[in-house]
């Protein structure tokens, strides 16, 4: 990692082209369009999942800046899938315009975040509760994977193909 501004500045490119292409489409999108018919899940559904799965990134790649191990709080759930259906009926109750500031807040944290990322920090293995044992790199590229699995969904649900 001997260009670690480079590194770092291709990976808030990657962020942000990836984000841009996320808004285009989800601002398209009816907030209640079903996505998920097994779960109910809706595309506000999926910001909500989509916004706590970064949060848990920020939060695990803080530890890993401090050295200190990472451990989600599963609030009595037995599984991290319990967890995140929690979050989302917590906040089921948010308006979109609420569910997409946070969602770009919390963008906005992990950009800086990856910014103020130290060199002697960036090999460190992390893990939150979807991705395991992964470094700065290995994690912000995870974090744009899922986001795209997200989005692939939404874009089925849009055209009358949801994938459930």
Not at 53 to 74: G, N, T, Y
Not at 134 to 155: K, P, S, T
Request: net charge negative; with cysteine.
């Amino acid at each position: 990692m001997n260009d670690l501004p480079r590194i770092k500045a291709d990976l808030i490119a990657t962020l942000d082209q990836g984000r841009a292409k996320a808004r285009a489409l989800v601002e398209r999108l009816p907030p209640d369009l079903p996505v998920h018919a097994s779960s109910g899940w809706t595309v506000s559904d999926l910001i909500i999942h989509l916004t706590a799965l970064e949060a848990d990134m920020i939060a695990a790649l803080q530890h890993a800046m401090d050295e200190k191990p990472f451990s989600v709080d599963l609030r009595g759930r037995a599984t991290v899938n319990e967890l995140y259906e929690l979050r989302r009926t917590e906040r089921a109750g948010e308006s979109w315009r609420q569910l997409m500031a946070e969602w770009e807040r919390v963008r906005d944290q992990l950009r800086g975040l990856v910014i103020a990322f130290p060199i002697d920090k960036t090999e460190v293995a992390f893990s939150n509760p979807f991705f395991l044992d992964y470094n700065l790199v290995g994690a912000i590229h995870a974090c744009g994977a899922h986001e795209r699995l997200h989005l692939a969904e939404m874009r089925a649900a849009s055209q009358g193909q949801p994938p459930d």
